[in-house]
């Protein structure tokens, strides 16, 4: 009988990157998610790989080089850093991500340090990024939890008893249960999603318009011929895959020039190692043009002025307030899991594939077209259980979600 843990690898494999026999997969894990590196390369090799190499990172040695180096080294990118995802997939390759963030762990860190080296390396990776932003490859990203990440989640319990709390929470967030197939549940709310994408594409809005108690008053602006995406996606040469693992989202485009108002987070921001919290963005003609945050303001600075297109929205995102993430209460500290339980906004670099025919696009003709470009993309928390979003569009203005949830129409 597979174990929970094997039936999440499979999950990973078959819906999330979608791997075909005779690929090669690249994995990219944090030291703490080894056990399930290897039980993923396991499985991998069962299902047909040609080949699976793996690359491993360790948050606390990033720290020590974040405290300890200049930025003169921490900016020097190497090329063979580059050329050793560069190289496969080049070659056809699928890459599969697996976090284990502990939140806040490079708060001790300069912040100015952390945001030179993460843009340069933003820089020299540029090319290497399109296979991802511009779903050139299948790719996915699942979480695995540490010992210091389940204690920020569960600060009352004891080590033991908080990782096996945060291992059934990640389990029941991609529906993965004992004498039930995962596989076959995501494929069916994959099609549940794809419903929703095509009501929504139908109307084709023109704008959206978001408010809510915490004061969110935040009007968005859609590019023209703007494409709704949510589920399964495809690859561009027709390979579904699943990009987070979990999901419960629906997202589109937003015009870069377009976006004006007030926005609340409604939960903490992990921007960087840093946690920022209670924080609002206001925006004009689509500019952040002034922010706050209790906690966390500098690194709140450091994303906003990051480059100059992280100041502008790149993603508008739905997601009901009854999702089952959300209904779980907790607050996971991890953007993987927190965006699924609330609407959300991405500050920076907006998905081509959410442009009809973006992919195919130039990069002037995306940022003619409303794209917004940057070499970050960062997801921020705003939705609330009394959450108004209303569509403008040819049709007049229609009621997409009401007290946080889609009303019939979209459900």
Same mark, same amino acid.
Request: proline letters at 3%; glycine letters at 6%.
């Given at each position: 009988?597979?174990?929970? !843990?094997?039936?999440?690898?499979?999950?990973?494999?078959?819906?999330?990157?979608?791997?075909?026999?005779?690929?090669?997969?690249?994995?990219?894990?944090?030291?703490?998610? $080894?056990?399930?590196?290897?039980?993923?390369?396991?499985?991998?090799?069962?299902?047909?790989? *040609?080949?699976?190499? #793996?690359?491993?990172?360790?948050?606390?040695?990033?720290? !020590?080089?974040?405290?300890?180096?200049?930025?003169?080294? !921490?900016?020097?990118?190497?090329?063979? *850093?580059?050329?050793?995802?560069?190289?496969?997939? *080049? *070659?056809?390759?699928?890459?599969?991500?697996?976090?284990?963030?502990?939140?806040?762990?490079?708060?001790?860190?300069?912040?100015?340090?952390?945001?030179?080296?993460?843009?340069?390396?933003?820089?020299?990776?540029?090319?290497?990024?399109?296979?991802?932003?511009?779903?050139?490859?299948?790719? /996915?990203?699942?979480?695995?939890?540490?010992?210091?990440?389940?204690?920020?989640?569960?600060?009352?319990?004891?080590?033991?008893? $908080?990782?096996?709390?945060?291992?059934?929470?990640?389990?029941?967030?991609?529906?993965?249960?004992?004498?039930?197939?995962? #596989?076959?549940?995501?494929?069916?709310?994959?099609?549940?999603?794809?419903? @929703?994408? $095509?009501?929504?594409?139908?109307?084709?809005? @023109?704008?959206?318009?978001?408010?809510?108690?915490?004061?969110?008053?935040?009007?968005?602006?859609?590019?023209?011929?703007?494409?709704?995406?949510?589920?399964?996606?495809?690859?561009?040469?027709?390979?579904?895959?699943?990009?987070?693992?979990?999901?419960?989202? %629906?997202?589109?485009?937003?015009?870069?020039?377009? #976006?004006?108002?007030?926005?609340?987070?409604?939960?903490?921001?992990?921007?960087?190692?840093?946690?920022?919290?209670?924080?609002?963005? #206001?925006?004009?003609?689509?500019?952040?043009?002034?922010?706050?945050?209790?906690?966390?303001?500098?690194?709140?600075?450091?994303?906003?002025?990051?480059?100059?297109?992280?100041?502008?929205?790149?993603?508008?995102?739905?997601?009901?307030?009854?999702?089952?993430?959300?209904?779980?209460?907790?607050?996971?500290?991890?953007?993987?899991?927190?965006?699924?339980?609330?609407?959300?906004?991405?500050?920076?670099?907006?998905?081509? /594939?959410?442009?009809?025919?973006? %992919?195919? =696009?130039?990069?002037?003709?995306?940022?003619? $077209?409303?794209?917004?470009?940057? =070499?970050?993309?960062?997801?921020?928390?705003?939705?609330?259980?009394?959450?108004?979003?209303?569509?403008?569009? @040819?049709?007049?203005?229609?009621?997409?979600?009401?007290?946080?949830?889609?009303?019939?129409?979209?459900?």
């Amino acid at each position: 009988m597979e174990t929970l !843990l094997e039936k999440y690898a499979r999950l990973a494999l078959l819906c999330g990157v979608n791997l075909q026999k005779g690929q090669t997969l690249l994995i990219q894990a944090d030291i703490a998610a $080894a056990e399930f590196a290897e039980v993923v390369t396991r499985e991998a090799y069962a299902f047909g790989a *040609k080949e699976v190499v #793996v690359h491993y990172s360790d948050e606390r040695i990033t720290r !020590l080089h974040y405290l300890y180096q200049s930025s003169d080294t !921490l900016c020097t990118i190497h090329d063979w *850093k580059l050329e050793c995802k560069s190289d496969y997939l *080049k *070659k056809g390759a699928c890459i599969l991500h697996i976090i284990s963030d502990t939140p806040g762990i490079f708060a001790d860190c300069d912040t100015k340090k952390i945001t030179e080296a993460r843009l340069a390396y933003a820089k020299a990776s540029k090319d290497l990024q399109r296979y991802t932003m511009n779903n050139e490859c299948a790719w /996915s990203i699942v979480a695995i939890p540490s010992p210091a990440w389940a204690m920020q989640v569960f600060p009352d319990l004891t080590k033991e008893d $908080a990782m096996k709390k945060l291992w059934q929470a990640i389990y029941d967030s991609v529906y993965i249960k004992e004498g039930a197939d995962p #596989v076959r549940e995501w494929k069916s709310r994959n099609a549940h999603f794809h419903q @929703r994408v $095509a009501a929504l594409n139908k109307q084709q809005f @023109r704008m959206l318009h978001f408010s809510n108690g915490l004061g969110t008053d935040l009007k968005v602006r859609l590019v023209e011929h703007h494409r709704w995406e949510g589920g399964s996606e495809k690859t561009t040469n027709g390979i579904d895959f699943n990009a987070n693992l979990p999901t419960e989202e %629906v997202y589109t485009m937003p015009h870069r020039e377009g #976006v004006d108002g007030i926005v609340y987070a409604s939960k903490p921001l992990d921007h960087n190692g840093v946690l920022i919290k209670d924080f609002y963005i #206001v925006f004009k003609n689509g500019k952040v043009v002034d922010f706050d945050a209790k906690q966390g303001k500098e690194a709140l600075a450091s994303l906003i002025h990051f480059d100059e297109g992280s100041n502008r929205l790149g993603e508008v995102a739905l997601v009901p307030y009854d999702s089952p993430i959300s209904l779980s209460g907790l607050l996971f500290y991890n953007t993987l899991f927190d965006e699924n339980a609330s609407c959300h906004l991405a500050l920076g670099d907006a998905y081509p /594939s959410c442009l009809e025919h973006g %992919v195919q =696009m130039t990069e002037e003709e995306l940022r003619a $077209a409303g794209a917004n470009q940057s =070499m970050a993309h960062v997801d921020f928390m705003f939705g609330t259980a009394d959450l108004s979003v209303k569509g403008i569009g @040819r049709y007049g203005e229609i009621e997409i979600m009401k007290n946080g949830n889609f009303t019939s129409s979209f459900r």
